[in-house]
């Protein structure tokens, strides 16, 4: 026999050394780039625990801010404007008096063109003056606001008015500008204006708005900075915007420290990614070895673990994104049994268990949720998980197993929150309905991705099994109408087969599907086949033992045809194919060497030959085993424990010299209770009923 690194055909370092470096960098990434934890509190509500400064930090302090830009506006007085009716008003007395007396021309040299182009000018520039006191003139020039057009006099706030004080300073203003007319115009015109006595004065809100934004900008906001271990708030207190922004900037400052592309970091993150896949693949290669030595499983294995840590990534995301919003309400991200459902029903249970505690742990004290939560919940609900998928038939059952699993977290989180006093709060609500849904989303991916895997991945589950043994398939409706005879053959097979490779550890499941179809190449001709003759007349009596050979051999490869038209698994397809090996004929064998008087050498024996392969894996090899047996024994005159066991003994050893076995992982000592249990389920299901007297009227005869 060869061993079991000899036997298993995907036996590939270098495939193994590839899957294995991307889990490593996928495992690397999620350690290394995780999110940092910090309580999210919501305005308003009360908190529920002290939480304190982790780090050195600095917040924009909004409440300083305004006081500081108080501050600087206190500094503003109100700006006021001439009221344009008033300057109309005025306008209009001004030209009058220019028009009516003469007087005015004296000796002054101004034009009455100059003086007109004057009293418009004048009029024009009393709508565009805001006036106000010297602090907020020059607080408008050295904020680089608005420096001209702004008359500094004193004004009486409760009864604004021009004061005298105020002609000088625009005449002033006027003379400065340098404009087009001529100085007598100008001192005319003004001196006009200010015997004007009806002035009304009137706050310029609008000027006075933009004013005050415009000085607010220029205040610079204010950074309080905080202490490590300092406290930020207590428990019980209301939460303020304040608190949440410390909470922010604190949180912010933690992951700037962590400077993420640093080599020390990044080593960190490296040397425990690297640790625990070392740990893992040591793990498989010492007690799963068919994992081990399978890329394809190992392929699988890691897709699921991949898709866990992701969809454990992107929860983290929202939570974290929308902590004031969701952390409340998924305060139990049960994460892990997805992993470990899909792990359990593809693979084994096992490694199912081990895969739970390695992301329970993993994403428990990586995810920025809470740890003792996160870990309570998710192991228990794996543990369920797993137990629960142990009797699943069908994949509509995985809703099933994730109702139960989630009332299997519903003490739990009752527990939890009696704990933490929250037991008659909504929160107890909203983690049960929440859990639920985590749950039922779940079982709806697994559901899509179930087939998928199987078929990517070349995963033969319990549950397709079961499906293949619906006696409504169509392969074994027919075979149970149209060859009698095979069918009974065939869940004979099935029960020793099942019986024995379950006592070597083996897929009992598998082998006893595998019975059910590995004869239905026989639907092309049943009454070939002993079983299926039901009269005296032998039809194998009309052709030569060449041809008699024929059909029998050809039902091999018209069952691997018939049993890919119907889309059988592969795995189906090479039990079917490697039932017979590679082992003879024997009958028609024996008469055709008859037929040529005793010379062997004249009979081609690849004619009478099975073209094989040989059985390649332990069920393969159970199969073959029992289906001979089987067969044989209908032709035993009487069943007795002797009989039994020199029919299997002797039909194995002439199995083991073929050399039959040769190719398959089983070992002798598996060979040696492969016999007994076929022996004994075999003597069993053989045995002569008691035989009752004609006068018995019991009821099962």
Known sequence: MRSISEGLRENRRGLRLIIASVFFLALFAFI?????????????????????????????????????RQEALSDISSIYQIDPKSIKEARSQVEDYFIKNKNWRGNNAATFEEIYQTIEKVADELSKIKITDERTVRKACESKYMCQGMIQVPIDSSNPSLSKDFWPIFLKEELQKGGAQSKDAINLVVERYATYKDWNIEVDYEELRKFRTHIEALVEGKNTSVKAGSLIISEGDTVTDRHVRQLAEMKKQIRESRNLLSWNTLLGSAIIALMLTILIAR??????????????????????????????????????????????????????PFAAILVSILQNKQVALFSSFFLTITIGLTLAVDQGRFLLINYVASLAAIFFSQSLSKRKEVFKVCLLLWLVCVPVILGANMISLSFLEMSTFYDLFVTLLLVMCEAVLIALLLPVFETAFNVMTDLRLMELMDPNNELIRRLCFEAPGTYQHSIMVGILAEAASLAIGANGLLCRVSALFHDIGKLFNPNYFTENQFADFNVHRLLSPTESAMVIISHVHEGVELAKKHKLPKIIIDMIQQHHGTTMVSYFYQKEVELREGNADLVDKTLFTYPGPKPQTKEAAVLMICDTVEAASRSLEEINEKNVEDLVSRLISQKIKMDQFSDSDISFKELEIVKKVVIHTLYVSRHSRIKYSTKSNRAED
């Open 32 to 68: 290394h780039f995780r999110e940092v934890r910090v309580e999210a509190l919501e305005i308003e509500a009360k908190a529920s625990s002290y939480i304190v400064a982790q780090v050195d930090f600095s917040f924009p302090d909004e409440e300083a801010t305004i006081i500081l």
């Open 283 to 336: 793990y498989f290669r010492l007690y799963h070895k068919k994992i081990y030595y399978s890329s394809l499983s190992l392929s699988l294995y890691t897709t699921i673990i991949l898709i866990t840590l992701g969809g454990s990534k992107i929860i983290e995301y929202f939570l974290v994104e929308n902590a004031q919003y969701l952390t409340d309400y998924i305060r139990f991200p049960v994460l892990v």
